[in-house]
């Protein structure tokens, strides 16, 4: 086995692993998310460091976040300019570091939204431009909410399965609620809605976005670079199945689908 599967099965696993490997594989294997989205990869990906509409204009077909007009639909187009140009610049190892970042993606959503502690991370707040400020978040703040009598089956199984915790993202704009839940008809399938109370769920769709969308044109060369990447990915879309209404038979046969890719890539025990 390789030094770059051993990292990537470790990193599986959720084990440290050795200090002399990438930075951003490092981070990841600690939990540090913040130093995950500080790397140079994670800031070219979302294009953290422009400063500027026209620095993105040679890159990116659409708005971008310096424009008022971008929105939860742009994100997908904008998203996948910037990693593909990263990967013709930098080779597999991009793909490795773009697998680690969508990886740090699902785990800080599922922070917020099951394991805790409460992460001090909003997702916009990795796009460039004012964005932040045109869809603040101020905080996240945890406690017991009441549901409401007529609430549905949906609704109750979700608490249950929380344990009774929500995390609600307080004072929020109302230009950011709008957006959060463009973000969840993104993650709709088969007609079923995704949990509107659902905070945070740009973290969801980046991951999905770097793990499924980026790479479809180049499948091979990304799965060569990247042998854990389809396992990654069953697990975004089994966390998306989880906020559906009902379960979504194509969703599960695409989980199933990027199991047995991963099951291919990676025949060695950890």
Known sequence: MTLQSQTEQRIMLGQQIDDSVDSVAIALSKGDYHEVFRSPAARAVFGSDHESASSLAAIVEGPTPFDNEFGASDICGYITALAQKYVSENGPKAWQQITWIAAACLNAFQQTNWTGPELDLDPVS????????????????????????????????????????????????????????????????????????????????????????????????????????????ARVLRVQQTLLEYPSQTLLNEILEHYAAAARSLPDSP
């Open 126 to 233: 990795l796009f460039p431009g004012d964005i932040g400020s045109r869809l603040v978040e101020s905080f996240i703040a945890t406690q017991i909410i009441e549901l409401p009598e007529d609430a549905d089956k949906h609704e109750i199984g979700r608490r249950e399965h929380m344990g009774g915790r929500v995390y609600l993202g307080a004072k929020l704009s109302e230009a950011r609620k709008k957006f959060d839940c463009d973000v969840l008809r993104l993650l709709e399938r088969d007609g079923e809605e995704a949990y509107t109370l659902t905070p945070r769920p740009l973290f969801l769709y980046l991951a999905y976005l770097l793990l499924i969308e980026v790479p479809k044109d180049c499948l091979e060369a990304r799965d060569a670079a990247a042998p854990t990447a389809h396992w990654w990915a």
